[in-house]
């Protein structure tokens, strides 16, 4: 079992930046990939970006592309979601995940952390 603890979330206005941290404990090693998911009110949970636990290879959603960088600090053990240029629509709880191995998918999740945009 991996545990996932996210900090970072806030109020913000338009146009500013906020910096997400996971800190993933417990059964590191089985991690295949870590990735930033949200969920805006009455809205489904949508994937934002992922990143390969090894190699490092990233994918962004269309809608946070250019805006938004997932990173690895691997001495910190920790897992960065940079968020620029935030929208309004950008506001939602955002929840840190981890895919372990032999899993077919996120089945791992952190207890989500606020961001508000406003305009």
């Known amino acids: 079992q991996v545990q996932l603890v996210e900090s970072g979330g806030g109020l913000v206005q338009a146009g500013d930046s906020l910096r997400l941290s996971c800190a993933p404990s417990?059964?590191?090693?089985?991690?295949?990939?870590m990735g930033w998911f949200r969920q805006a009110p009455g809205k489904e949970r949508e994937s934002v970006a992922g990143?390969?636990?090894?190699?490092?290879?990233?994918y962004y959603a269309d809608s946070v592309k250019g805006r938004f960088t997932i990173s690895r600090d691997n001495a910190k053990n920790t897992v960065y979601l940079q968020m620029n240029t935030l929208k309004p629509e950008d506001t939602a709880v955002y929840y840190c995940a981890a895919w372990t191995l032999g899993a077919t998918q996120y089945d791992c999740w952190g207890q989500g952390t606020q961001v508000t945009v406003s305009s």
């Open positions: 417990g059964r590191t090693f089985s991690i295949y990939a």
């Open positions: 990143i390969r636990w090894s190699g490092g290879s990233t």
